[in-house]
């Protein structure tokens, strides 16, 4: 017995750590494709390096939930530029932390506002780490002075558990980075109270894309680019902000990597799973995406994905060095241009706000299909390799379906669920308090079938049908009783407003059954409303 005890004391030992190891995370080494030596030469570690946690000596996995909290903690007793705040938990009961860097702590509402949000999706460490470097970078020393200029707002993590599971989606398996519209998950919408708190000028999603994987299944052919950028492509979205976020901010980016010897590129995905279609598209354009839903906020905003998924800890520096690289720049250029940049974003707003009751909003709008030469590795040899493929093309928009803008639209009082996340998005509601006749629009329905919601990628796989509309907006009357709702068009947030509620296009409330359209439960109002009907 003397002789077994201490070789089964040594098992339970090893048995224990290793499922802390697993209950604190992390992904599966065993999944991690290994680049051959020809390949992984070309992209050899950056000039720089970083103290965060997921780069401690002798690191095998990522930095834990529990060390991101830690490290932010002890930057803010550290520096008195930053602040770090719990934004509230996630699905399993982790706090999201937020992290504020401005000048003595204190946001200044006359500077531009940076939001920096990292690993949406789980599988992505990357960003979560670039947020942590940033943090540091501009908490004291020369990124400080910076903070004269400018207000950062660092979301480092915007999906815990994924990131704490090594997953792309959430717990309850929703991608939290198709539901900003729709915010189903707790996490959506706690990106979208800061949102509505800070009201950014600029927004930066940051993500990894895959390296190998379904490139190699299609094409025999591996990534090559270390970074790839997509501003806002969406219908209804400010032309000046658009024209804004390609020429001060993803050229600036593009410059900075050729300088810093990285390749950029425009962002570009392909469907997964078994699927055989070749078509490589550009990032979605439905109103969903953090990207697209920033940019309908009217903030000029940005998605930055680097060579990472599938990957595990190869290249760990330099995909954090591309992104901190992109941020910097980004950055700079919102404290470069200052007033100009505040004056850009009000403005927009302004403009959707004018537009009510005036012109044609776009209901639904997909990419274009052209061909586009791309350049891969070959899998084997690591050699370049061209490919022409077929290619979605986020720009120009091809317009599916639009219609008149009305000035606002009624909802039954019934409906609270789809205020209650209108408001939540920021969407100033009005609740009826005198019964008066209105002229209204009803929607007729053509046509109902089940149908899925669709991004870059393919089918969203979140279990949900969708509910698929064809409707006709037929003239009539209707008398609206206390209670009911109005959401008026001659607000900022005028064309989030439009996609939530114009019922035909996959991501609106109405599909996603969120809202009833039948028993005049929603309603367009295509003239002024009556007076005095709320106070
Ligand atoms: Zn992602």
Known sequence: MRRILPFRFLCILGLTSLSAASASAQFDPAKVWVEPPAIAARFPDPPVSYATPGFRAGRTDFASHAEVLAFLDELARQSPNVRVERLGVSQQGREMPLVLLADQGRIDPARPTVMVIGQQHGNEPAGGEAVLALAQQFASGPGAALLQKVNLVLLPRGNPDGAEHFTRVTANGIDVNRDHLLLRTPEARLIAAATLRFRPQVVLDLHEFTVGGRWIDKFGAVMKYDGLLQPATVGNLDAAIAASAQRDYIDAIQAAFTQAGLQ?????????????????????????????????????????????????????????????????????????????????TAQAGQRAKADACHGDLVVEAWQTTTRQRLDFLDAKSGEEKAVDVEWRAAEPLKIANARPRPCGYLLAASETVAVQRLQLLGVRVERIDSAAPWQIERYEILSQSDGQRQDARGAIEDGEAIRAFRVRPRMGRAVMPPGSFYVSLAQPLSPLISAALEPDSQNSYAANRLLEIGDDKLLRVPGPAPAGVWH
């Open 264 to 344: 950029g590129f425009k962002y570009h995905t392909t469907s997964g799973g078994k699927s055989a279609d070749r078509t490589v598209s550009m990032g979605g354009v439905q109103p969903d995406t953090g990207r697209n839903v920033s940019g309908l906020h009217q903030a000029v905003s940005l998605l930055l994905e680097v060579r990472g998924v599938g990957l595990g800890r190869a290249h760990f520096a330099r995909r954090v060095y591309t992104q901190v690289l992109a941020a910097t720049t980004v950055i700079e250029t919102a404290a470069r241009q200052g007033p100009t940049l505040m004056q850009l």
